[in-house]
Every structure is written in structure tokens, then in C-alpha cells.
């Protein structure tokens, strides 16, 4: 990343009345990560309240099938039931050691807008969460979560009523406050300096595989909607070519495999929109990964041929989310599901050790998986 670019995507498209809050966040952020004060505390809140590390399980029914060692980064075992909770604590901190008094954040399958409403408690900030209606109905533990931890939830109903709307509605209460409020933004993607530190925040989670294994891992595998989860996973192993990066999109949200190169929500990317440039409307099973775009620095790293992306239907989501339930004892999270079933339906080697980050539990979802 270089100017808040990562080669051509990235940067920071966003009105006039944002660039002076962007300008205050990039000089903030800049300086909390040179603080002992902020690193000790940052440090403290992951381990105490989040739970970190979390495991690093070997699956063995999985490397049965595939023929080589297969393991599950259990990020479903973070406290609030997912990786979200990672980015979600820190940019907390980050708010608070810059002076604002509450947060506004945006969901889709509601595991972040539950991780910010719990960072929001520990760090004692107010609330605010958008969230489509669609996704609402979908979701109702997840929202009943977010309100018992004292949140806001706010509808919104315009357009597909998902992630991208809610995305849109957090930006504009955003603008209309920006100096006692603080955009906790949940995936990789917007304006810089929100998706390198985004990144930041989940690269523990490839860190601590690094500590976990014993041998390097040969293959990384991971779900990718904005790619939060999988940069995560990703980053730390960026240098080393021996490690093969899988990010796996949702087939009716597939920026990566089926979208051209544009700008929205601040970012320059890979989104999917058609010829007189309107958005497209997505789909996934999973809401979490039915989103428009995605983050800059995945595009960067499908450009470089750093990391090769696929995609994975709703029917091969629901299956991986039924085996493993059924053959591992573990539920996943439907965008989960993506990762597992790609990694399911692949050849590997003997002497393979293929990571699989499991983003988060499945619980939200048995209903939407024909479980409730």
C-alpha cells in the first residue's frame, strides 16, 4: 500500500465534508500505532474480552477426503461468534483515543453490527447500526444481540434492502456528524485509510497461524465478500510464494470473477455494475458476502496473480454447511460455507497442509440453511 493505494485500487473518493474526519483518522491511526499505551490495551482487549488466539483445529474427516492435513481457524470461537469482533475492538479503541462518543456501523449478516455493539460496550461508546431490512428478517438473532447490548438498530429500505444500502446509510449519518461520531466500517473495503486498517486489525489471525503450525501451510483458504476474513489470513504470508492464497466469492455477488473496475463507497475496485453504470443487484445465501464489491487490496491481489478467486453457488454452500455439521461436529457460517465446499471439491497433494479460515458459526444461519 502506497498513498492509500494498493497499485491502481484503493484511494479516497468520498464528498468534501469527509476529508478533513479522513485526514484527523489517517493522522490518528498513524500515531496509535507507534503507542505503547494503545498496543498494550488493544492487546489486553483481544485476549481478555475476545478470546484470542483462537485454535487452529485439525480436521480429520476433512483431510480424509482431501489427502492431505486440513485445518479450521476457529474464528467462529471469538467472542460474538466470529472474526468481525477483531476489527471491531480495535477501531473502537481507535474512536475512543480520538475523542468521539459514539459509533456508527453497517451489517449484513449482523455478526459485525454485534461485534461493534459489544466493543462499543467494553470502550464506552454509544451505538448506532444499519442494517437492510432484508437482511433484518433474516437475522432476527443477531438484531435482538445487537439491541441487548444497547445499540440502535436502524432499518434500511431503500433499494435490495442488504449490505450495500446499509453501507450507503452509515456513510450519509456519518457525514452528517463527523466530529463526535466515528464510522466503524466491517470489511476491507472504503475510503483509506478503512482498509488498511481493516487488514490490520484481522491480520492477527494469520499472525497467530504462523505461531500454530509447525510447517509452513501450503495452500490458504478463505471466504471473500468485502474479504475482511481472508485478508486477514492472507496478508502475513504475502511474501512467501510457497503459500497459494483461495479466496472464494458467493456466485451471485462474484465482484472479483465477474466485475469491472469502478468506485463506490469511497473506493476504488472491482465491483459489479452494468453498462450505463448502475449497481447490480446481488445474491447470496450468505448475507455476509452479498456485497457489490470488494476490498482494494484483494483486487490488487488478483491483478499480481498473488491470489487466484473462485466461486461457489448457494447449493455448494448449503452442503458444506450440512457435511461438516454432520461429519466434524462444527457448525459453520453459510460464508464459511463457500470456503469449505471449494476446498471439498479440489485435489491436493500428500504432503499439502491447506488452512481454512472458518469466518464464524453458523448458528445465524440455521434457519436460512433449512436447519430451524
Known sequence: MKNGYYGNYGGSFVPETLIEPLNE?????????????????????????????????????????????????????????????????????????????????ETGAGQHGVAAASAAVVTGL????????????????????MKLLGAEVVPVKEGTRTLREAVSAAIRSWVSDPRDSYYLLGSCVGPHPYPM???????????????????????????????????GLFHPFFEDRNVKLIGVEAGGAASINNGRIGVLHGTRSYLLYGRSGQIKDTHSVAPGLDYCGVGPEHSYYNDIRRADYFTVSDGGALKAFRWLSKNEGVIPALESSHAIWWMMNNKFSKGDRVVVCLSGRGDKDLSAAGQG
Do not use: W
Not at 46 to 63: C, I, V
Not at 80 to 87: A, D, F, L, R, W
Not at 197 to 220: A, C, N, W
Open 25 to 105: 483518522l489517517i493522522a490518528n491511526y498513524k500515531n496509535l500505532k507507534k503507542s505503547p499505551r494503545f498496543k498494550a490495551e488493544l492487546k489486553k482487549l483481544l485476549t481478555d474480552f475476545a478470546g484470542r488466539p483462537t485454535p487452529l483445529f485439525k480436521s480429520e474427516k476433512l483431510s480424509a477426503r482431501a489427502g492431505c492435513e486440513v485445518y479450521l481457524k476457529r474464528e467462529d470461537l471469538a467472542h460474538t461468534g466470529s472474526h468481525k469482533i477483531n476489527n471491531a475492538v480495535g477501531q473502537a479503541l481507535v474512536a475512543r483515543f480520538s475523542g468521539k462518543k459514539k459509533i456508527i456501523a
Open 197 to 231: 486498517m481493516v487488514r490490520d486489525f484481522q491480520s492477527v489471525i494469520g499472525k497467530e497461524v504462523k505461531k500454530q503450525l509447525s510447517y509452513p501451510p501450503t495452500h490458504l483458504v478463505a471466504c471473500v465478500g468485502g474479504g475482511s476474513n481472508s485478508i
Open 126 to 145: 454509544k451505538c448506532r447500526v444499519f442494517m437492510g431490512e432484508v437482511d433484518i428478517s433474516r437475522q432476527q438473532e443477531n438484531v435482538r444481540r
